[in-house]
């Protein structure tokens, strides 16, 4: 976290890459006592106006819950699949703090803090916007999500090729198309001017994102291994713990259809008491029935690196399936769901299946 000393107190702010899912965390601080303490909060849309009172020589105040309602979920899904494109997984976020103390002496400090849909592990040095691996299938929808922390120039290579190059015009959360040329083999996505900056979440007791200051010199950020797929499966996209969208075709496995009882339990009371239909008058029966279909899919013989990328989806509350493409070649997505439980990596094998259960929108029955 950054800190600064105004007047005798000290003022605790994330620093300028947040996670809309940690903890965004103001603590203020001053000898005499905090009598309030009031934030102002705004996207350039919208603003939210917090206060809290001190307890007495700090302040406290978590705002999470602020940035999160900045977002707007059912944005996320609309992606072209143009070249280059902005996502709406990345937001900036300005904040006013207004600290009232004791002896009523105003302080007051703004800072702006870039905050992405995501939630880091607290406590193990993650590091964001790394240089990772990915998997791309021949013939399905498929980008490539980077953080750019400013203006910036992104090289395409194909099998240590340069291909093309691309300009990312402003800080965001970006995807980059990889196009129906494919590579033999790999495909990688550098960093020509150093702004696809990393963050290492430091501990979790101060909440730090710290930028790493490297660059100037040409940075690989992406490997996209290509896979050429002779059969069919199921298709998903999701969004990741780091804000990224993720691919993946899995073999699909059994299909499970259950049915349960919904809605209340009427008594038959106004037919007359006789066996005209089967039964009395003092008996009844369900009037709804719902059905819920489980698709088996897996991932098999993965690494461990592609196992818990793989383990991200079943986390993540944004998951698709892809339908194709309508008769103007939009892709089609269909929301899902991953069943929740309890997934085992194997430690002793040096690839594993990776298996999970996927859940269908509810499907329409008749109901009474």
Request: charged share 30%.
């Amino acid at each position: 976290m950054r800190t600064k000393t105004i007047d005798g107190m000290t003022l605790q702010y994330p620093d300028e890459i947040g996670f809309a899912f940690n903890p965004c965390l103001v603590i203020a601080e001053k000898e005499v006592g905090i009598e309030v303490m009031t934030l102002t909060i705004t996207d350039g849309e919208e603003e939210v106006v917090e206060r809290r009172d001190g307890f007495g020589k700090k302040c406290y105040m978590d705002f999470r819950e602020y940035v999160q309602g900045f977002f707007d979920s059912n944005e996320f899904g609309e992606l072209a699949y143009t070249e280059i494109e902005k996502t709406k997984l990345g937001k900036s976020v300005s904040v006013t703090i207004e600290v009232i103390d004791k002896e009523e002496v105003e302080t007051s400090i703004s800072f702006d803090v870039f905050y992405i849909w995501g939630a880091l592990r607290a406590g193990g040095q993650e590091k964001y916007n790394v240089y990772r691996t990915m998997t791309w299938f021949e013939g399905y929808p498929f980008s490539v999500g980077v953080y750019a922390h400013d203006a910036c120039k992104v090289l395409l290579s194909r099998d240590k090729k340069a291909n093309r190059l691309l300009e990312i015009p402003e800080q965001g959360v970006w995807n980059v198309r990889i196009d129906d040329e494919l590579a033999m083999n790999y495909i990688k996505v550098s960093d020509l001017t150093g702004e696809l900056k990393e963050a290492t979440f430091d501990n979790s007791f101060d909440l730090t994102f710290r930028l790493s200051l490297s660059g100037g010199n040409i940075t690989d950020k992406v490997r996209v291994n290509v896979v050429r797929c002779d059969k069919e499966g199921v298709y998903l996209r999701w969004i990741d713990r780091q804000g990224f969208f993720q691919y993946y075709l899995f073999e699909r496995g059994n299909e499970t259809r259950k049915v349960s009882n919904e809605g209340e339990f009427l008594r038959n009371n106004l037919l007359a008491y006789d066996m005209t239909y089967g039964f009395t008058g003092g008996m009844g029966r369900q009037q709804m029935k719902k059905r819920e279909d489980t698709i088996q899919l897996c991932a098999p013989l993965v690494d461990e690196y592609v196992w818990e990328s793989l383990f991200d989806i079943t986390t993540s509350p944004m998951v698709d399936m892809y339908l194709g493409t309508d008769e103007t070649g939009k892709h089609r997505w269909l929301a899902v769901n991953i069943q929740a439980g309890s997934y085992t990596k194997e430690k002793s094998k040096s690839l594993r299946d990776f298996a999970c259960n996927m859940v269908l929108p509810d499907m329409a029955v008749q109901g009474l």
